[in-house]
């Protein structure tokens, strides 16, 4: 009986890639779940463009929010390591400043028109906002 261990990759690029090559693997056992390959051992080139690639993909792909700033910091590092200038990421104010967006638009689509805000369009503003800083709240681990 063959003793040797079976090791899992996918094809990238033409090329078997183990999950040590991505920048996240979502289970180790199922390729599918490995996303953005960022090392193609001696081939250089490809390596470039493959983390350039990771760069500029990195916002669409679907990676749980928990990863994701040790995914970025991964990626940020071999462009470092390359001479490839990214600048730091701050994963922390990423969905706060995109609900507050949110409020303030509603907001001032309320406040511009005030004879058509009734309480209830302004309870129901109010309740949305309550509802996205809980879900925040929940994605940060603070509820």
């Not at 490809?46 to 993909?57: D, G, Q």
């Given at each position: 009986?063959?003793?040797?261990?079976?090791?899992?990759?996918?094809?990238?690029?033409?090329?078997?890639?183990?999950?040590?090559?991505?920048?996240?693997?979502?289970?180790?056992?199922?390729?599918?779940t490995?996303?953005?390959?960022?090392?193609?051992?001696?081939?250089?080139?490809?390596?470039?463009?493959?983390?350039?690639?990771?760069?500029?993909?990195?916002?669409?792909?679907?990676?749980?929010?928990?990863?994701?700033?040790?995914?970025?910091?991964?990626?940020?590092?071999?462009?470092?390591?390359?001479?490839?200038d990214?600048?730091?990421?701050?994963?922390?104010?990423?969905?706060?400043?995109?609900?507050?967006?949110?409020?303030?638009?509603?907001?001032?689509?309320?406040?511009?028109?005030?004879?058509?805000?009734?309480?209830?369009?302004?309870?129901?503003?109010?309740?949305?906002?309550?509802?996205?800083?809980?879900?925040?709240?929940?994605?940060?681990g603070?509820?």
């Amino acid at each position: 009986m063959d003793k040797r261990k079976y090791v899992k990759t996918k094809r990238v690029d033409g090329v078997d890639l183990s999950a040590s090559a991505f920048a996240f693997v979502g289970d180790a056992e199922d390729p599918s779940t490995w996303k953005l390959p960022i090392c193609f051992r001696a081939d250089e080139r490809r390596t470039r463009n493959h983390i350039k690639n990771a760069l500029a993909r990195f916002d669409a792909v679907k990676i749980p929010a928990t990863a994701r700033p040790g995914v970025w910091s991964l990626i940020r590092g071999a462009c470092i390591a390359l001479g490839i200038d990214v600048p730091h990421k701050d994963f922390a104010t990423e969905p706060i400043e995109k609900a507050q967006a949110k409020v303030e638009a509603k907001a001032q689509e309320l406040s511009e028109d005030k004879s058509a805000a009734t309480e209830a369009e302004i309870a129901e503003a109010i309740a949305a906002a309550d509802l996205l800083s809980e879900k925040l709240l929940r994605k940060l681990g603070m509820e």
